[in-house]
């Protein structure tokens, strides 16, 4: 299964009103393993980037006036992400504004219809109903390491997003039972047990430990009705 990791910046918060996207930061996922292969580009949007936007990411419209056009990128994006399982955190802001881009070229390249697309703030929603669930909450609530985030930066929240997304969804980040690795996240091989190796001591309750046990089951059923642990001794 492959997965790509996407963020963007971008110079206001509404296409509609001819906002455009500056910055786009990918990590590739398989079988729910980083790859060490992302994409990352910053991308002059031919207007103004807006002062509360740059506040947010940091990103000036000095900086970006070198810098490629998103025609001059669409093609590599594009194949970059098709057919992947897109992870975005408020997915619905960055697709909203990739289809734009890919629309003001005339490209009938809708990321839904190439791409299945994986919503993380839905699901951190899901999971905690009535918290906060931005990318910063979620990294303090799974004790991932957002310290070098001071601001905004599509690269760098696409990696931090995997991280989030990967104990999210699962809490193990990589599982390997391949004999021939070894080391951090891998496994040196699977052990087989000797059949004539010593068995296992098995350590029986006292009668003293006996009788506490049923004297406080016999609490449990007063107030609660016949314990449990009782009715499955009798079955």
């Not at 936007?53 to 810098?67: C, S």
């Not at 609530?141 to 599509?154: I, K, Q």
Request: aromatic share 6%; proline share 3%.
């Amino acid at each position: 299964m492959r997965q790509v990791v996407l963020d963007t910046e971008t110079t206001g918060i509404d296409p509609q009103d001819g906002h455009r996207i500056i910055e786009i930061g990918c990590v590739e996922m398989e079988e729910r393993q980083l790859t060490g292969r992302h994409y990352h580009v910053y991308i002059n949007p031919d207007r103004e980037v807006e002062e509360e936007a740059i506040e947010v990411h940091g990103i000036t419209n000095e900086f970006l006036a070198d810098k490629p056009r998103f025609a001059d990128i669409a093609q590599e994006f594009f194949e970059f992400i098709q057919g992947s399982d897109l992870v975005i955190h408020n997915a619905p802001f960055d697709v909203g504004f990739i289809d734009h881009e890919f629309q003001w070229l005339g490209k009938d390249w809708r990321v839904a219809d190439h791409c299945k697309i994986t919503d993380s703030l839905v699901i951190a929603r899901d999971k905690h109903p009535g918290q906060r669930n931005s990318l910063d909450a979620l990294c303090k609530r799974y004790g991932v390491d957002n310290s070098n985030r001071e601001l905004h930066g599509a690269l760098l929240d696409s990696e931090i997003l995997a991280d989030v997304y990967l104990l999210m969804t699962g809490g193990q980040t990589a599982l390997s039972l391949d004999a021939s690795q070894d080391g951090a996240g891998g496994a040196s091989g699977i052990q087989r047990l000797s059949p004539e190796r010593r068995p296992l001591r098995v350590v029986r309750a006292s009668q003293e430990e006996v009788a506490a046990h049923d004297e406080f089951l016999d609490v449990v059923g007063q107030a609660s009705g016949e314990a449990l642990w009782h009715r499955l001794e009798h079955e």
